[in-house]
């Protein structure tokens, strides 16, 4: 089965650097990979997802760049802020007819220091 | 978005008990739904595959008989704990797709704490 790795586990930055956070996955055949943040004891929220047939999409402050010859893909946010605190999960998954089976990465724990 | 309800958000039960966790897509219909748990400072761990008018699919290692799934209808899919154990406290988190394309919405999560 797919499996997905995912680091740093903790990252602190400064209010306004910017953070990466990076994931490799197993499965070659995974086409979905969506990133979601999670806030203690709140459900995941997706922010950015990107497909197999994209290299790199960007919302506002926040980007995933896909690398599928290497089978990893990346989280760039920008002009971080305090509400970017929270822990981000990096996911992938091969889009069927029958549902999407997420498998998540082991998370990373953001900090925006003032 | 669409919206996914899980009820209830927190249950107390007493070891041996079971419990039951309903989840709901409120504003679409979802054939499949998937049923995930999260330990504390850990990941999501997918648990089983909830499948209208058929048997759920369980990951491996996960018990079918101790985590029971009914996939009712198009719009709620269930999660029973049976006697429930202290490692079993952990919090329960459904997903649904509303469409094939692919984007999960889940649940609010239940915690579940057993004594």
């Known amino acids: 089965g797919e499996n997905v790795e995912q680091h740093p586990s903790t990252l602190s930055v400064q209010e306004g650097d910017s953070a990466v956070i990076k994931c490799t996955y197993s499965?070659?055949?995974?086409?979905?990979f969506p990133w979601y943040k999670q806030e203690l004891g709140k459900r995941p929220q997706l922010i950015i997802d990107?497909?197999?047939?994209?290299g790199e999409k960007k919302d506002q402050r926040i980007a995933v760049t896909l690398n599928k010859t290497a089978k990893h893909f990346s989280l760039h946010i920008t002009e971080t802020q305090p509400e970017d605190s929270a822990v981000y999960f990096c996911a992938a998954s091969i889009l069927t007819g029958g549902g999407n089976k997420l498998t998540f990465g082991t998370g990373t724990q953001l900090k925006v220091e003032l | 978005g669409a919206v996914v309800s899980q009820h209830p958000s927190w249950v107390i039960c007493k070891s041996g008990t079971s419990v039951k966790i309903e989840c709901r897509s409120l504003?679409?219909?979802?054939?499949?739904m998937f049923w995930y748990r999260q330990f504390p400072k850990q990941s999501l761990m997918l648990m089983a595959t909830?499948?209208?008018?058929?048997?759920?699919?369980?990951e491996q290692g996960v018990e079918k008989d101790k985590f029971l799934i009914n996939h009712a209808s198009l719009t709620l899919s269930t999660l029973t704990v049976t006697s429930a154990h202290p490692e079993d406290s952990s919090f329960y988190i459904c997903?649904?797709?509303?469409?094939?394309?692919?984007?999960?919405?889940f649940g609010e999560g239940s915690r579940l704490t057993v004594l």
């Open positions: 990107i497909r197999s047939n994209v």
């Open positions: 997903s649904a797709p509303p469409t094939q394309s692919g984007e999960l919405f």
């Open positions: 504003d679409f219909q979802a054939t499949t």
């Open positions: 909830s499948n209208e008018g058929s048997k759920a699919t369980y």
């Open positions: 499965d070659s055949a995974s086409n979905y």
